[in-house]
């Protein structure tokens, strides 16, 4: 994958303006639904923000990691947040359980404040678009 990246822009921090894959034959696409923070049992652990956001990103990973897939694959992010006040109020946490569970990989992202999510205790729903390249 490439990042894009206009050459007069002031560089992004922790995301992408865009990514550019040429699809190799053996690629796939790799689609994961969003993903909020509850654990493999679907029961929350907690109310806080940041903690929802790292179980969130552990749950994108185990979805990954079920198709063959890592982190680095990642060429797309959609995040949901239910208050943007308590998203940008939580940018250090957030930036320290991402760099933890995902790396200094920062693909091509969006976030969107929404009116809720079907999961009342939901903070933040992730989805992912993954390009996962053929086996070696």
Known sequence: MKILQPPDWAPPRGYANGMMTEMQAGSRLLFVSGQIGWNSQCEFETDDFGLQVAQ????????????????????????????????VGAYGAI???????????FPAMTAVEVADLVEPRAKVEIEVTAVVPPPR
Do not use: C, F, Q, S
């Open 95 to 105: 930036g320290e359980h991402y760099r933890a569970i995902i790396g200094r990989h």
């Open 56 to 87: 969130a990103l552990r749950n994108v990973v185990a979805v990954l990691a079920a198709g063959e897939a890592r982190p680095e694959h990642i060429a797309r992010m959609t995040w949901y947040v239910k208050d943007k006040a308590e998203y």
